[in-house]
């Protein structure tokens, strides 16, 4: 997206986000004793920059890590090993996973945007571990700049397989109007999600895409 959509995107939607990120912020101080987390991300040109976002995570140590991974299935251990990162995360309080739920979490990302480092349509922010995973599918992640929104994370996929679908879909099919879509969609997939719905979307859209919509999309 251009920047200035993003600089006038960014005026509209921090006015009504503004007093529910300050209270999400003293709620997670008085919690865990800080509110905001920060880590390297890749970016456009293989840039690394500071991602921020509410702090929704308990650390573990390795013992407590390597204890929980035991008690997984292979695919789900692979999962955590190549994306960092578990499904219905057992770090996660209720209050935390209603964030990530609602997206709320990534408030934060707003001031991203604003330096530059992200814009709000665009593949998911990864780290450096991650690039081989698709460089190995010819995706050049770096050639793009990471999204607060876009197709992966609207759809809350939770396998490499659906991830690398949807990211390989919209860098085939990048314009305006897909990133418009995305955007209008965006709180659409929220609820979905809020209703525990968005798993079943997903796959009856991937499937509608992959079997009727090949003159419209390259997948």
Known sequence: MSRAIDLLLIFLVSIPTLPVAIIIF??????????IYKQSR??????????YKFKTMAVWDEEQLNEYLSKLKPEEVH?????????????????SRFL??????EIPQFYNIALGDMTFVGLRPVIAEELGVYQN?????????PGLTGLFQLLNCKTIET?????????NNK????????IFLTPIFIL???????DLCEKKLRRYISTNSKSNFTV
């Open 26 to 35: 003293i709620i997670l101080y008085l919690r865990h004793g800080e509110a």
């Open 42 to 51: 890749v970016g456009f040109g293989g840039k690394q920059f500071s991602l």
């Open 79 to 95: 999962y955590f090993v190549t994306m960092r990162r578990f499904n219905n995360d057992p770090r996660v309080d209720t209050f």
């Open 100 to 105: 990530r739920i609602t997206k709320l979490d």
């Open 137 to 145: 599918h010819n995706i050049q992640y770096t050639d793009f700049t």
């Open 163 to 171: 991830q690398l679908f949807w990211d390989k879909l919209y860098v």
């Open 175 to 182: 314009s305006i109007w897909l990133n418009m879509c995305i």
């Open 192 to 198: 979905l999600q809020v209703f525990g719905l968005s």
